[in-house]
């Protein structure tokens, strides 16, 4: 969501919004994700801000993938030809509805295959969160090795683990990839929008 | 359904005023260089305009002047007796309107990609708040218009250029223009594709509709064009019936222009 926000502002036509935002990507998009996480656990909390492991893990991700979602969303949202938007209004659509019913949905198809790579990193990449966590799977893990001094079975699990969550929401989005390439419609309204324009086509043709 | 319906239902509603589209003293210029220089035209109701001339000549620039996807530096303009342009302003209230009483086919037929033939359609239709039934109704009629409606869940990629461009036809249709815009239509197409595009507009022209036309198709602007306009270097030189412009034209560029436009034929 926010990635998205910031890549609208960074499509925007006005400098004033696009500056912001490009300084905001560029910013977190060069800083390590494990530096975001030490800052927003550890640094907040020297100058009194205190977050939780939870609160301070999900805000450091939340911020660095945005960074890195905007990009995508971007280079998506300026990859639609510009014949698109010129038939949208020419059609006397508004800015919104050329939006949300032209460019927004060609852009996610191609967002899409970006978007998938960056989901299952986040998920990935909540094992570096282990630096400021002892409840987190990791660190379960090193309590469990200390106790039990079999560390290489452990580690195994523990990688077995965040295979079996990313395998499946990788595939997943793959999945919703290939269908919406296939031009398969995927909300109910749609679905039956077009089987009403079948038959009335069929009877139109007949 | 029965032809005439589907006919009638085609062509706008007449306008108590004769001209559809009137622009006088319109000029434009991009980055300072004077692309159009006090042009003038007039489309009456029914009636059809064919502007002509060498590439670059700002045809196109004038075209998307009428449905302001281009702003004129200046000019005096009234679509359907309202004005909605004058000196340096925008006086139209209502772009929105302006554009579906506008229709525009492009040169590289611009249909919605992620959309069903039927869907691109309807898009502006249900946009406009015309109901979801009325609105594939209306798809489903004007894809027949266009010899298309076995292709009407097909995606664009999947139609022939042909058929695309019979596709953005219906949809420059469905909110009803009072006048339609074609910029090239039939000049990415095959020498097939271009007879049946040119079919449809043919039909469209026989029903009386309203029309302002770009084409390098010189025979077809003879065939249906009330007005024929020859542009050069963003000016208007010849002006006159396609008896008079292409048959017997006064001016010495328009001479050369269709001269060097047989030779290449
Ligand atoms: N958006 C634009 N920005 C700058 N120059 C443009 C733009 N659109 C058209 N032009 C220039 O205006 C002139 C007229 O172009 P155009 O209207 O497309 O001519 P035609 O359709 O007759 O080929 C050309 O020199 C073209 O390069
Ligand atoms: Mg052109």
Redesign the interface.
Known sequence: MLGLALALLRVSKHRVMRWPAAIYTELFKNVPLLAIIFVTYFGLASVGLRLGVFEAGSLSLVVFYAAYLSEIFRSAISGV?A??Q?????????RV?TFT??IF??AL?SALPGTNTMFVDLLKSTSLLVTISAAELMSQGRLITSATFRALEVYLVIAAIYFVLCYPLSQGLLWLERRIRA?VPLTPGRRR??R???A??KG??A | ?SETAAVDATVSTPATQDAVVRIENLSKSFDGRMVLDNVGLTVDHRKILAIIGQSGGGKTTLLRCV?L?ERPDNASMEVMGETVFAGDRLVCGD??????S???V?Q?F?????L?A??NV???QL??GIA??EA??R???L??RVGL??R??A?PEQLSGGEQQRVAIA??L??RPSVLLFDEPTSSLDPESTGEVLRVMRELADDGMTMILVTHELPFARDVADTVVFVDGGRIVEQGTPAEVLGNPREPRTKAFLASSTASH
């Open positions: 030809h014949g698109q010129e038939a949208s209004e020419a059609l006397g659509l508004g509805s019913h032209v949905p060609q198809r031009g929008r077009l009403a324009a079948k009335l086509l139109a043709v | 359904m449905n996807l772009l929105a309107k302006l554009r579906r506008v229709g525009m492009f590289r611009n249909l919605f990609p992620h069903t039927v869907e309807m898009l502006a946009r406009a979801e039934k594939l109704e798809a489903v009629q894809l027949c409606a076995h009407g869940v995606y949809r420059a469905a909110l």
